[in-house]
């Protein structure tokens, strides 16, 4: 794959607007285009501090949007930014969701997976396709993106919360299963034709496990320690298939997921060193 100098390397550009979404969530904006498609990533370089992979959660060709979540040094370093400050972006990278017109997709979101999976759907209605959208989240504070869902045409969106306080109760992923059998999907009549997914990876596994047996065909998206976002550093390359995440990934056809003998089990860091789930 051939990645142009210019994506290579990383140029600044001032934040224009800054979006609470929850007390740990922020949702920037920078007047850019990186022409990124759904499932893409960005490297996002906090001077002095780190540079780091993100979703792209929207990109029009006028506009960029990212949604993080402050969890560690460079997240947390970044959340004390205002508008007007520069950040470094380079991209975008990595490999996206595909569909066909007018197919029903499952869109399956959890933590900040629900930006990109609101690029997807963006980006899916303009070809016809219907979505039944499942967001879930540990309780009802931490969903993400409600309000944008609720409001597409051709969607129909399923909230989940672990403990009840929004929605249906238990994990999103099971109330997608639930309504497989509940609609009594078939081949012949599908409820989706298609199930995309991206949160926590145990999220995935069970997403990959539901598709297989449901004989469903399903892209997820991965994460792993990416360095340098396309191909040259080995970072992300994964058991024991050897394919690197950053090209590769981080969206990946579920067959392919299913190869990855560390997908659900490990991960690793920096160094390489792994780390269990
Ligand atoms: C393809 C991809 C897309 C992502 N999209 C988003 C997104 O849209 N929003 C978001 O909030 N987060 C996203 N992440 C995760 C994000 O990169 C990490 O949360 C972030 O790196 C945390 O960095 P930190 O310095 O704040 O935390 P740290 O304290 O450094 O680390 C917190 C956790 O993040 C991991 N991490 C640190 N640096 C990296 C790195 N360079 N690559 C991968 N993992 C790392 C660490 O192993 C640790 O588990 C994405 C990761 C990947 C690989
Ligand atoms: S991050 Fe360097 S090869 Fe993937």
């Given at each position: ?18 979006r609470r979404e929850t007390e740990m969530v922020r949702t ?39 949604t993080y979540f402050a969890v560690?040094?460079?997240t947390?370093?970044?959340a ?29 979101a959890g933590g900040y997976g629900a930006a ?18 499942f967001v879930g989240a540990r309780s009802a504070e931490h969903l993400l993106y409600l309000k944008e869902f609720s ?6 969106l399923h909230v989940t919360t672990d403990d009840g306080s929004k929605g249906w109760k238990g994990f999103n ?26 949160g926590p ?77």
């Open positions: 794959m051939h990645i142009p100098l210019d994506s290579r390397l990383p140029k600044t550009f001032p934040i224009a607007k800054i920037l904006t920078f007047k850019a285009s990186f022409g990124a498609k759904p499932g893409q990533f960005v490297m996002v370089w906090i001077p002095g501090v780190d540079e780091i992979p993100m979703s792209v959660a929207f990109d029009d060709g006028k506009t960029l949007q990212l560690g040094d460079a947390r370093a970044l004390e930014y205002k508008v007007g400050d520069l950040v470094g972006l380079r991209g975008p990278f990595g490999t996206f969701y595909s569909w066909k017109s007018k197919q029903k997709l499952a869109l399956v990109p999976m609101y690029f997807v759907a963006k980006q899916a209605i303009k070809d016809r396709c219907t979505l039944e959208v409001m597409l045409p051709k969607t129909t992923v099971g109330l997608l299963e639930k309504l497989l059998t509940d609609r009594k999907h078939s081949k012949k009549h599908p409820f989706v034709h298609q199930i995309f997914a991206c990876e145990r999220m995935l596994v069970s997403v990959s496990r539901l598709a297989l047996a449901k004989n469903i065909p399903s892209q997820l998206s991965l994460e792993r320690y990416m360095k340098c976002g396309y191909g040259l550093c080995g970072n992300c390359v994964v058991d024991p298939l050897g394919i690197r995440l950053c090209i590769d990934g981080p969206v990946v056809d579920n067959k392919l997921c299913s190869q990855i003998a560390e997908f659900g089990e490990y991960h690793r860091d920096a160094v390489g060193k792994k780390h269990a789930f």
